[in-house]
C-alpha cells in the first residue's frame, strides 16, 4: 500500500466521490461523527458529500432533530446522526467528564450544583423549547447561579454530556438547545462491547485506510479500549501494514480504484484532514502552517487528487456568499478548470 492507494480509499469511503447516499441523515450516520463547531462549515461538511443539495436543506436537517450537535467524543462539539446519538453518548461522556474535571474544580462547578443547574435547565425547555445559551444563562442567574460565560459554557457542556440536552432549531441565526429526550427518545440501553464494535466499525469502514492511533485521537478512547474495539471488528476489515504503521480498511474498499481528477473546497475542521492524528499524506510539511494554524484552528482547504493544494473562504458580495481561493503555486489551465468548478458548486450550495 502506497500513499496513492491511502488517499484514493479515503476519498471514496468519506463519500466525497460517488456517494451512495442522499440525505444528510445518511451521511452522518455513515461517517459517525462529523466534527461541528463551526456549525455553517460543519453543514458544508455535509453538503460537500451530497451533490446538488443546499445549505438550507443541510440546516433543516439539524432543525428537525435529523442532525444532533453535540459535545461528545473528544471534547467537542460533533454532528451525530440522531439514530446514533444515545449509544455514542454512552459510550463517551464518562471519559469526556475525566477531561474536563480540573476546569470543573477551578470553576467551582460542584455535583450538586450541576444537578441543580440540570433542574432548572430541564424546567425551563419543558416549559419552552429553543431557548438559546444566553436566554438559559438569564434563566440560571434569576435562580442565584452566577454563570459567566465560560462558568455557562461548562454548564451546558454537562448537560449535553448528561443526555439532557442537545442542538434545537436555529432562532434569529443563533444556536438553540432543546431537550435531547423530546428530539429522540432513548429507546434502550448497550453494553460497553457493543459501543465499542460500533464506533470503530463506522470509524474505519468511512475513514480508512487508518491507524489505531488515528481512531483514538479522533474517539477519545484509550489505547486500551481501541485494541478492544479493533478485536471487535477484525473478521470483516483487512490490516495491511505499509513502513511503520499498520492501516486498518473494510474488506469492501480493498479494490476501490479512481481514475477522474477531481478537486473540492473542503471547510475548515473536515473530516479528511482533522480525524486522522497523522496528516502527512495529504498535507505537506512544507504547508502545515497555512492549513493548521498554531493554535489548532483547521482552515477550509483545496483538496486535489489525495493532496491539500491551497486554502479558500467564504466572502460575501453582491450576489451572496462565495468563494475565494489562495493556491501554493499557480495551478495549470486543467487543474484552474477544476478549481472554478469546486467554486461553482459551493457558490450552488450556498444558494
Not at 461528545?72 to 440522531?82: A, D, E, M, Y
Not at 473530516?271 to 497555512?290: F, M, Q, T
Request: glycine share 4%; with cysteine.
Amino acid at each position: 500500500m502506497n500513499i496513492a492507494d491511502i488517499t484514493t480509499m479515503r476519498l471514496a469511503n468519506q463519500q466525497l466521490v460517488k456517494t451512495r447516499y442522499k440525505t444528510p441523515r445518511e451521511i452522518v450516520s455513515w461517517m459517525g461523527a462529523m466534527q461541528a463547531q463551526d456549525f455553517n462549515m460543519a453543514k458544508w461538511g455535509v453538503g460537500v458529500r451530497l451533490p446538488g443539495i443546499t445549505d438550507k436543506q443541510v440546516e433543516k436537517a439539524a432543525d428537525d432533530g435529523e442532525l444532533i450537535r453535540t459535545h461528545i467524543l473528544r471534547p467537542t462539539w460533533h454532528f451525530v446522526s440522531r439514530d446514533d446519538i444515545h449509544w455514542m453518548l454512552q459510550l463517551s461522556a464518562p471519559r469526556v467528564k475525566l477531561a474536563i474535571r480540573s476546569s470543573d474544580r477551578d470553576l467551582e462547578l460542584s455535583d450538586d450544583l450541576l444537578r441543580k443547574t440540570s433542574s432548572i435547565i430541564r424546567k425551563a425547555l419543558e416549559k419552552e423549547s429553543n431557548l438559546t445559551r444566553q436566554e438559559l444563562g438569564t434563566i440560571l442567574k434569576k435562580a442565584d447561579v452566577e454563570c459567566d460565560s465560560r462558568r455557562l459554557s461548562h454548564i451546558m457542556y454537562h448537560a449535553e454530556l448528561d443526555g439532557l440536552v442537545c442542538n434545537g432549531a436555529v432562532k434569529d441565526k443563533k444556536q438553540t438547545y432543546a431537550l435531547l429526550e423530546q428530539r429522540v427518545p432513548k429507546t434502550s440501553n448497550y453494553n460497553v462491547d457493543e459501543t465499542l464494535y460500533r464506533l470503530a466499525y463506522k470509524y474505519f469502514q468511512s475513514h480508512g485506510p487508518a491507524t489505531i492511533q488515528d481512531f483514538i485521537w479522533w474517539s477519545g478512547l484509550t489505547a486500551s479500549e481501541a485494541r478492544s474495539a479493533l478485536a471487535l471488528i477484525k473478521p470483516d476489515f483487512i490490516f495491511e501494514t505499509a513502513g511503520e504503521q499498520t492501516y486498518i480498511f473494510h474488506q469492501s474498499s480493498s479494490n476501490y480504484k479512481h481514475k477522474d481528477h477531481v478537486v473540492h473546497f473542503l471547510p475548515a475542521f473536515d473530516e479528511l484532514l482533522v480525524s486522522y492524528k497523522d496528516r502527512k499524506e495529504i498535507l505537506a510539511l512544507i504547508h502545515h502552517k497555512k492549513v493548521i494554524t498554531s493554535n489548532g484552528i483547521f482552515k477550509p482547504a483545496i483538496f486535489y487528487n489525495g493532496e491539500i493544494i491551497g486554502v479558500w473562504k467564504k466572502v460575501s458580495g453582491k450576489n451572496g456568499v462565495l468563494s475565494e481561493t489562495d493556491c501554493f503555486s499557480q495551478p495549470d489551465r486543467a487543474l484552474s478548470k477544476l478549481i472554478k468548478k469546486a467554486s461553482d458548486d459551493f457558490d450552488a450550495y450556498m444558494k
